[in-house]
């Protein structure tokens, strides 16, 4: 073992297969550009095996999700673009991609209606604008399946103007609330927050339905209780 950045990883960290596939079709989510992967890696890595229903807004070519069909390999892939000239068929093989906006409820609405099992891990890498990945994630993480895990990529563009920043308040500062949400009133047994809280007022959605978060550079995983 070795202790990079104060996280301790095992010694095969970089080798680990979301970064190898990452790294050989050039996605940013590789070790040589955003080094997402390396966070893939840690919180995915006991779920490559089960069968889950996963789906990334944002598919450009199909590369990232060409990367997800080979990790989870009993898992269904599915994406969203908003481009229907952008993807391509054979990267996209064996998976399902729906042509939309993230933020049109509608059509967000009949994507979750066509897979009646519902997502258990959504990926944002779409629009990158702030207040479309608090919008989709308000649309998408109330019907995320229970121990479900919500990831948003690019939150370095809360602090960029080209994306919205000082117009709206920023994805950031949004999650930086569902922290407190988590911290002060989540919702947990023996939490003698939760009890005051109890007998005030009814907890808010988020303050019952998120088990915690984890930041990273540019990425933030949200991580679903399995009951409310
Ligand atoms: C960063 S690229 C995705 C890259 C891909 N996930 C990968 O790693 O190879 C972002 C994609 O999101 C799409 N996009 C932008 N705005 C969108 C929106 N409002 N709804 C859905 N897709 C959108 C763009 O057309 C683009 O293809």
Redesign the pocket.
């Known amino acids: 073992m070795e202790i990079k950045n104060n996280f301790v990883f095992s010694d095969n960290e970089n080798i680990n297969l979301f970064t190898k596939i990452?790294n050989q079709?050039w996605?940013?989510?590789g070790a040589s550009q955003h080094n997402y992967t390396r966070w893939y890696n840690y919180y995915f890595d006991n779920k490559t095996e089960e069968q889950l229903n996963i789906l990334?807004?944002?598919?450009?070519?199909?590369?990232?999700?060409y990367?997800w069909n080979s990790c989870f390999k009993n898992s269904k892939i599915y994406?969203?673009?908003?481009?229907k000239r952008?993807t391509d068929k054979e990267l996209i093989k064996g998976c399902k991609v729906f042509i939309?906006?993230?933020?049109?409820e509608k059509f967000l609405k009949k994507v979750c209606k066509s897979v009646p099992d519902g997502f258990d891990i959504v990926?944002d890498?779409?629009?990158?604008?702030t207040s479309?990945q608090i919008k989709?994630f308000g649309y998408l993480f109330k019907r995320l399946n229970p121990g479900g895990i919500y990831v948003i990529?690019?939150l370095q563009t809360s602090y960029q103007k080209k994306y919205q920043k000082g117009k709206y308040k920023s994805a950031v500062d949004y999650l930086k609330g569902l922290v407190d949400d988590i911290n002060y009133n989540g919702k947990f047994k023996c939490n003698s927050f939760d009890r005051v809280i109890k007998k005030s007022r009814k907890l808010k959605k988020y303050e019952k339905t998120i088990e915690g978060m984890s930041f990273h550079a540019g990425i933030c995983f949200i991580f679903k209780r399995y009951s409310g």
């Open positions: 990452a079709l996605i940013d989510k990334e807004i944002g598919v450009a070519k199909g590369r990232s999700i990367l994406g969203i673009e908003i481009n952008a939309g906006n993230q933020t049109d990926i890498d779409g629009s990158h604008v479309d989709t990529e690019d």
